[in-house]
Every structure is written in C-alpha cells, then in structure tokens.
C-alpha cells in the first residue's frame, strides 16, 4: 500500500452483495481503502480484505448510522495514512465514476476555502423502476457552491478534523448537518460538472419507498432541532413545515370545519389535497405528483417518530429499506 498517497477511501456498507464488490473494483490501486460494514450476512467483510481493504465490522450493540460508520473508517484511515489530504467517502452501493478523485483532488488543490466537492451521481437503472428515476433526478443538483453534499463526496482532512467528522447519532441528513458545521466556520462546499458515482437504488416496491421517505422525515426533525443554534439558519425547516402542514393542518383544518359548519366541514381537508394534487400532477405528472404528495404523510411519520424517541429517551438505530 502506498505510503505516500494523498487520498483515501472509505467506503460503508451493508448487505450491498454485487454492488459492493463493483465499488471496490472501481477504486484504482494504490489507493489507501478502509470498508466499515453494518453487521452483513452476504460476505461483504470478507471479500474486502480479499480486495486489499483494511475491513471495521460494527459493533452490534451500539445503534447503526451512516455517520457512525464514516468517523469509525475515517479514524482508522488517519492512524494508518495520517498525512492523507483528502478523504473520499463512498457507500457501498455506488460505482466510483473513472477520473473522479483526480478531479476532485485538483479542484481542492486549486481552491483551499472549499472543505469538501462533490460531482454528478447517477442511477445505474434509472429504467428499471419508477422509484430509481425518482432517485436519478434527485441527485441532480445545481453545479457550484452549495449548501451540502451528500453520502459520495470528497473531504480534505483537515476540514474534518476542525469539526470532528460526522454527528454519529443522527439517522439521515448527516452530510447537510456536517456541512452546516464547516459553512459555520467559514468553509464552501461545492459541486463540481463532472461525474462522480453511479449508484445502485435497487428501489422497486412502495414499501421501499415508503421506508425511505419516512427515514428522511425523522433526519429532518433531528437535524433542525441540532441546527436551531448557529450563524446558518437551521436546516429543514421548509421540510418539517411543509410535511406536518399537509397532515396534522390538514386534519386540523378539517376539524375545525366541522365543528363551525357540521359534518360537511370534514370534506375541507381532502378537497384541499386534491387541489394540491392537482397543482403537482400538472407540474410533474399524476404518478409523481401523488407520491410527493402521499410522502407527506411518511415524511410527518418519521418526524412523529422523532419526537417520541426524544420523549422517550431512546435511540433510534438506522432505518433500512433494502
């Protein structure tokens, strides 16, 4: 293993099968790997090592988070490979795009205000499931500063270290929230017109979907309520607005409407949601426009969830839905 490098790779996983080993094959040789996998069953620790990576297998004890994962191989990274520029993380189901961390490492050699870059993802088969398309379009950001990142991004080292990596508690929305940290301190983060990973969503079933989303929900409330402090206004709060005023206003306007005018009054939420299907469906078509819709109530689930954990005192592990 090379010494010497200047970049490394971490990349986290669990249960990724093929697509795991199509992420490692992408990285080029030379180039110091450390995998950290969630307690998979398929052989994916195995077949790392086989690969030449330095292999973290979580504890099972201790609540799964992509965050959680992410610190643990950057700490082990940085003992190994301590003069590492840059770090690139990776999730296991993704492809590393060729010539990527060349540019990226180019682009933060040329801009030392920029504490992490990242590049296009994409789906692998964006064709196979309207779930897939719906992820390819999703990670089709602006080009340029930006406010975050997500999971596939290149990190300089040093940027890390001033906030101390990832929060390992959070569920979702980990990258924003580490992001939010470094804009705080005065860093940029910037996305780059160059392809980086294609990624393998393999989302075929609502359920799917459904589990997603309602992750997402939860990463929303946990995030805002981290980020109410500091000199960035906090995060998701157009989200956490958005989603409980599509349900619980909803259902509370309805109530409200019977209660003044009779029975009839309950017709007022779900008149106002066809009219807001409406309004979706002629921006993005019926089948999309009832899913963003319908998402409100797995966003406000996640977010209810939320809030009973924190009542509850308990931690929530990772919410997987595949």
Known sequence: MNKNASIGVIAIGRNEGERLKQCLHSIPAGIPIVYVDSASSDGSADFARSRGAMVIELDLAIPF?????????????????????????????????TGWLEAAALFLDAEPAVAAVCGRRRERYPERSFYNQMCDDEWNTAVGAAEACGGDAMFRTAALAQVRGYDPALIAGEEPELCHRLRDLGWRIWRIDCPMTIHDADMHHPRQWWLRTVRSGFGFAQVWHKTRT???????????????????????????????????????????????????????GLRRGGHLLVGKIAEATGILRYALSRLARRKQGAIFYK
Do not use: H
């Open 230 to 284: 500091g000199s960035n206004p906090p995060l998701y709060g157009r989200q956490l607005i958005s989603a409980l005023l599509w349900t619980v206003g909803v259902a509370a306007l309805s109530l409200a409407a019977a209660l003044v005018v009779g029975p009839a009054g309950l017709a007022a939420g779900p008149l106002l949601w066809l009219l807001q299907l409406a309004r979706l469906t002629k921006r993005s």
């Open 65 to 97: 988070t992509a965050a959680r994962a992410r610190n643990a191989g950057r700490d082990l990274l940085l003992r190994e490979w301590p003069m590492l520029k840059y770090v690139q993380f990776v999730d296991g189901d993704c492809e590393l795009e």
